[in-house]
């Protein structure tokens, strides 16, 4: 059935260009973010915190896919969230207003969260268990590699050609809307192994993975939120020093996602979630004392770096879904990771008022919860061993 195809019409291809997508849009608003909010809407931590509240709301809904699944296949949805991403991206900077960057931001988040959702639950349907860890890994690298494009251009447009932030915003966006339209028409729908469930799954047997989860949504919200914010309002970074910033975080990637995702393969999901909340722990830590530019600029490289390590908790859950799972489990997950993300940049942006060290020794503590509960990942987890608690138990529970 597949013998007239191009060879390069494959899952894995699809995956990499949509995953490359994402970046040119979301990389560049969040490079141009804290700035344009300071500069031209007159943002403080009060009204930072509120716009990444609601920024992710849609991230906390995300369980809704399950339910626009009746309507559109997974693929399709795929498409149409890319397009929301870019066009939410492209018009933030027509409108340099409280109310405007909140509905723009909201716009933009809708389509981010569902592909991010949508993305993870395609590539562990399409891509085998022995291949996901360096797969998902390659995905993160493709990203970064397009990150890397934006963030270049973003350098270019500001220093170079001193574009203001619409013409910015509206030239990378447009570029996630043309790759979207592209590979809509150029690659078929491809088969899925196993029909996925049409309705909310929540198992019992889950459980960790949603509390690691849960955990991991309230440790990225800090560092997305306030590391950056830290960077700007602290030690005076401009649009071309966070572009800068962040193209060196895109690079890592490059060179090490791939690797980090053998690594993971080789050592396992427990020891390597071990070594990213340890090490989380530790840059929290240093973020609620550094001051200096620079430590800070190395602290917010490393943080990136082991936030990749993310990748075992989708290999963890790969291994203890049952397959029909997989879709419907990645939309409730997703919201899990979410809930801490529509009350923490919102409560945590009064904490910061009072005492910005506060709010990254609350991420340390969470990370080291994390790394006890890591502790009970089996060292070779699979369905009826989800934690070390159980051993071949009923899978249907």
Known sequence: MNSHRPPWQRPDILLVLMAAAVPLSFATWQALLNNFAIEAASFTGREIGILQSLREIPGFLAFGVVFLLL????????????????????????????????????????????????????????????????????????????????????????????????????AMGGMTVLIAVYVWLAFPHFPQRTEQHKHMVFRQRYWLYYLLTFLSGARRQIFVVFAGFLMVEKFGYGVSDIALLFLINAG???????????????????????????????????????????????????????????????????????PA????????????????????PASFGLLWLHSPALVFQYGAAMAVLSLLLSLLVPAAPEQGRETTFTVKADARA
């Open 252 to 322: 890592f990637n490059v060179l090490f996602a791939a690797r980090i995702g053998r690594f993971i393969a080789a050592v396992g999901e427990r020891r390597a979630l071990m070594v990213e909340y340890g090490g989380l722990t530790l840059i929290f830590l240093g973020y609620a004392v550094v001051e200096r530019a620079d430590i800070a600029a190395g602290l917010y490289i490393l943080d990136h770096l082991f936030f990749a390590m993310a990748i075992a908790l989708k290999t963890y859950f790969q291994k203890i879904a049952a």
């Open 325 to 344: 799972d997989i879709a419907s489990t990645a939309g409730v997950s997703f919201s899990i990771n979410h809930i801490a993300a529509v009350f923490i």
């Open 71 to 170: 309507v559109f296949r997974e693929q399709t949805l795929a498409y149409l969230a890319l397009l929301l991403l870019g066009l939410g991206t492209a018009l933030t900077g027509f409108f340099p207003t409280i109310l405007g960057l909140y509905i723009t931001t909201v716009v933009m988040s809708v389509g981010f969260h569902y592909y991010e959702t949508l993305q993870t639950s395609l590539a562990l349907q399409w891509i085998g268990k022995e291949r996901s860890a360096e797969t998902l890994g390659r995905l993160i690298a493709a990203g970064s590699f397009a990150a890397i494009l934006a963030f270049v251009l973003i350098w270019i447009g500001d220093q170079v050609l001193q574009l203001g932030f619409e013409w910015l915003y509206l």
